[in-house]
C-alpha cells in the first residue's frame, strides 16, 4: 500500500488547487476543477457511481454488498490548498527511513529541524515526503483524499471483505472557510460522516471553537491640532483603547487548551476613522456568548461618554462547537475509537482551537468529527507527510466502514 499511496500523493499534490479569498466563486478558483475532474474520472474507474455540482462538490457512492441495514457513512476531504504561500510548481521529495534528523529542503536553503520542529521525532523511521523548499506540499488536505481514494480501492479489488453504503465528498475552499458553504446535506445523503483532516497519528477530534468575528469602526472628529482641546475626538486612540479594555491575557498568545481568547487581527485608520478586525474564541458556547456581550459592553461604556455614538460594532458567527451535535450520538466516536484500538493506535480527543468542516456540518445535520490525516506543519514550505501514518489513516477508513456491518448501531 506503501508505494501505491507515495504515487497517488505525487499525483495529487502536483495539480495546483489553491483556493482564493478574494473570489467570489465556488470554487474560489478554477484549478481547483483540474483535480475534482481527475478524481471523479478515477472513482468512475473505481466502479464508484459519481455526482458533481455546479459548485465542485464532487460526491460518489460504494454501494454497500452486504442484505443487513446498516447506517451510511461519509468520508470528506477538501481538495484545496493554502492561499498562505505558493503553491505552484509543487516538487516533492520522498525520504525513506527517516533519521530524525535535519531534512534539507531542496535547494532551497530551508530545513525542517527537529530542534524547531521536536513533533518530528514522532515520525522518525517513517518515509516521509516533503517539498523542495519553494511551495507548500499541500498534503493538507490532500493526504485525506489519497486515504479516501486508497480505501475505496481497497474495497473495490476486496469485494468479499463487508461494508454497508460509503459516500464520499471531495469539496472545494476548505482553507477560505467556506466548505460547507454550498454543501448539500441532503444530496450526500449519509447518517453521519468524517472529514480526513486531521494532522498527527490519533487525532479524532470532535471538539472545535465556537467562533465569531467582530468588526469594529471608530467614528473620529478631526480639528487641527492645534485648536482641538475638547474638540478633537482621535479615533486612533479611541481603538487603542477599546483594545486595553478587552481583558489582557485572553489573547492567543497566553492561551491554550480550553481557554478562549479575543484576537486582534488588523487594525488601520488615522484620526477620522479607524478600524479593528477581532475574531472571538471559545469551547464554551456561555463563555462564547459572554465575550460578545463583553464587547459590546465596552462599546457602549465608551459611546456614553460622547454626544454621538463613536464606535460600532458588526458580530457575526462563523461556527460552533460541534460537540454539542456529536455528543448525542456517541456511536459515531465509539466506532472511530474501536477501530483505533483494533489498529493499536491511542486516541487524542483533545479538542481543536479552531474549527473544521465537520463544525459546520454537524450544525447542517451531518454529525461529522474529523480524523489525523498523518501530515503537518500545515500551509507553508515545511509541511510533510508520513506515509506510514497515512498508511494507518487509510486503515482506519476501511476499518470503519467494516466494523459498522459488525454492530447493531443505532442509526
Ligand atoms: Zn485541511
Redesign the pocket.
Known amino acids: 500500500m506503501k508505494s501505491a499511496i507515495i504515487e497517488r500523493l505525487t499525483r495529487y499534490v502536483t495539480i495546483n488547487t489553491q483556493s482564493d479569498p478574494y473570489s467570489e466563486t465556488t470554487p474560489s478558483t478554477l484549478q481547483q476543477w483540474d483535480l475534482l475532474r481527475l478524481l471523479e474520472e478515477e472513482l468512475k474507474a473505481m466502479g464508484l457511481e459519481t455526482d458533481m455540482d455546479e459548485y465542485g462538490y464532487l460526491f460518489a457512492t460504494l454501494p454497500s454488498n452486504i442484505d443487513k441495514d446498516v447506517p451510511t457513512i461519509g468520508f470528506l476531504a ?1 481538495v484545496d490548498t493554502s492561499p498562505d504561500f505558493n503553491a505552484a510548481n509543487v516538487k516533492p521529495q520522498v525520504i525513506e527511513q527517516y533519521d530524525g534528523g535535519v531534512i534539507q529542503l531542496g535547494d532551497s536553503g530551508r530545513e525542517i529541524d527537529p530542534a524547531v520542529f521536536p513533533d518530528m521525532q514522532k515520525v522518525k523511521g517513517h518515509t516521509l515526503m516533503t517539498t523542495d523548499g519553494t511551495s507548500l506540499l499541500g498534503a ?2 490532500k493526504a485525506g483524499i489519497v486515504e479516501i481514494m486508497e480505501a475505496m480501492h481497497y474495497f473495490t479489488t476486496h469485494p468479499d471483505v463487508p461494508h454497508g453504503r460509503i459516500r464520499v465528498a471531495f469539496t472545494p475552499d ?2 477560505i472557510g467556506r466548505g460547507p458553504h454550498r454543501f448539500d446535506v441532503e444530496r450526500f445523503d449519509a447518517d453521519f460522516a468524517y472529514t480526513m ?1 486531521g494532522s498527527q497519528l490519533g487525532e479524532l477530534q470532535y471538539e472545535s471553537f465556537n467562533a465569531a468575528e467582530a468588526v469594529v469602526t471608530f467614528e473620529g472628529v478631526n480639528v487641527h491640532p492645534g485648536s482641538a482641546k475638547h474638540k478633537m475626538v482621535n479615533a486612533l486612540n479611541l481603538a487603542t483603547y477599546f483594545n486595553q479594555l478587552l481583558p489582557a491575557e485572553e489573547v492567543p498568545e497566553h492561551t491554550e487548551g480550553y481557554e478562549g481568547f479575543y484576537h486582534l487581527m488588523h487594525l488601520e485608520g488615522n484620526v477620522e476613522k479607524a478600524t479593528a478586525q477581532y475574531i472571538i474564541r471559545d469551547h464554551d458556547r456561555e463563555l462564547f456568548e459572554k465575550r460578545k456581550q463583553q464587547m459590546i459592553h465596552i462599546q457602549r461604556e465608551i459611546n456614553a461618554r460622547y454626544h454621538y455614538q463613536p464606535i460600532n460594532i458588526v458580530i457575526k458567527d462563523q461556527y460552533h462547537n460541534m460537540v454539542e451535535k456529536i455528543l448525542p450520538h456517541p456511536h459515531i466516536i465509539d466506532l472511530a475509537k474501536a477501530v483505533f484500538a483494533d489498529l493499536e493506535i491511542t486516541p487524542n480527543t483533545e479538542p481543536i482551537r479552531g474549527g473544521t468542516d465537520g463544525s459546520q456540518l454537524s450544525y447542517m445535520g451531518l454529525p461529522t468529527p474529523n480524523i489525523f490525516t498523518g501530515c503537518d506543519n ?1 500551509h507553508g514550505p515545511y509541511e510533510y507527510a508520513s506515509i506510514d501514518v497515512m498508511t494507518l489513516a487509510t486503515q482506519v477508513i476501511i476499518g470503519i466502514a467494516q466494523k459498522a456491518t459488525e454492530t447493531e448501531l443505532e442509526q
Open positions: 477538501h493538507d488536505d476548505e482553507e483532516d500545515f
